[in-house]
């Protein structure tokens, strides 16, 4: 538009100065005249010339400019995009954590309730078991006062402690006479006998084999009279002292206390040395502690690492636990 109006420009200057040119062709030369419209033309295409190239430099810096400035927003917005999946991200973990804590302290309640619960079930179940043998032990007082006029007959050999003696099996019902329990020399003993063997006509190994063939089907009663035979027909045989202690350990099964003291008892008295004489010494003093013997049955749980501080390592700690358990005080210390 612009070269538009220089144009029309040129052309009726060009037209004024033809027209004028008759006038002054007596005082000036048409040539002339034409070497300066041709001037001023060159003059008046170079200032529009001039004009145009700053138009289209400004023009191609606005464009830069914008060009710019979009590629600038579209880095910004991705960047804002990206930091908003972060974020999201970030948030969905932190929910994520918060729910496993939730989940872990609900888990953890729920243990500490079931410890709860069993520890509760079974102080429950040692009451139980305690009530169940004090009522025993009354029921067996009551029976000796019933019999105080049978005496029992006394044992040939000196003893520490006695005990009653072994009522061989019968159907009739079973029972056990409790003594009064003072200090460790007032157990009575009685001598054992049998009326009818029933281990087989063979070697000793062969007969222990036999007697504890009743103990892994959980014949005790039977067990009970094996055993005692074979302590009593092999008393120097190197098993002997286990026969002992399973002999023994007839009467705990069944919460037979006293006669198990007094089985207890003759082992550690007859098999010192055995194999079997450390549990033997603490399941004595347990035992002892069950009848109401406390003091005494003390005194053998705390003997054990002192009599056999070479003994097995389960026995120490057994006895460790019992004395806990008992409350038994060292003297020493």
Known sequence: MHRLNIKLFLKSTILLLLFNSASFSDNHNIKEIIELIQKDIKTLERAVYSDSSESKNNNIE?????????????????HLLKLSEIEAQFQELTNRFEEINFKIDKLSSRLSKVQADNQLRFQQLENLSNNVVNSENQNKILTTQKQEDNILPGSSEPQDLGSVSYKDMTPKTEFQETQSVDTTSTIVTENFIVEEKILPNTSPEKQYEFATSFLK???????????????????????????????AETFRIRQLYTDAASAYLQGYQNYPQSDKAPINLLKLGVSLVQIGEKDQGCLMILGVKKQYPEAKESVIQKAKYEQKKFECKDSNS
């Open 62 to 78: 606005l464009s830069n400019s914008d060009n710019l400035d979009q590629n600038s927003e579209d880095v910004l917005t991705r």
């Open 217 to 247: 089907v959980g014949d005790y009663n039977t067990a009970e009279r094996a055993f005692r035979e074979f302590v009593i027909s092999n008393p120097s045989h190197k098993l002997a002292g286990n026969a002992q202690y399973w002999y």
